[in-house]
Nanobody
Framework: QVQLVESGGGLVQAGGSLRLSCAASGRTFSMHDMGWFRQAPGKEREFVAAINWSGTRTLYADSEKGRFTISRDNAKNTGYLQMNSLKPEDTAVYYC????????????????WGQGTQVSVSS
């Protein structure tokens, strides 16, 4: 079992940066791939980024590629999402998730989820 807790969200102006953290409690975290998703009011949960268990392979949604960076530190049981050049349309609740499947992009392919952290970007 893996339990996840996100942190690092907040309110920033357009063009600013935030770094989200995802702390995992399970000792098997290093055996799981990890993804970040976000959900804005009235919208479905959408894929943001994913990273494999070793950190050697990453995937990004087109809207985030070049602005966001996903990473992980298995020694600390923690995943990260560095967000730069934030835009108002990035405003959403951000969730981290873990799965034994190889870097999937669909939310229903993930087994474990955090509670989410709010990111708000003002214009």
């Amino acid at each position: 079992q893996v339990q996840l807790v996100e942190s690092g969200g907040g309110l920033v102006q357009a063009g600013g940066s935030l770094r989200l953290s995802c702390a995992a409690s399970g000792r098997t975290f290093s055996m799981h791939d990890m993804g970040w998703f976000r959900q804005a009011p009235g919208k479905e949960r959408e894929f943001v980024a994913a990273i494999n268990w070793s950190g050697t392979r990453t995937l990004y949604a087109d809207s985030e590629k070049g602005r966001f960076t996903i990473s992980r530190d298995n020694a600390k049981n923690t995943g990260y999402l560095q967000m730069n050049s934030l835009k108002p349309e990035d405003t959403a609740v951000y969730y981290c998730a873990a799965t034994r499947r190889p870097v999937p992009t669909a939310w229903y392919q993930y087994h474990y989820w955090g509670q989410g952290t709010q990111v708000s970007v003002s214009s």
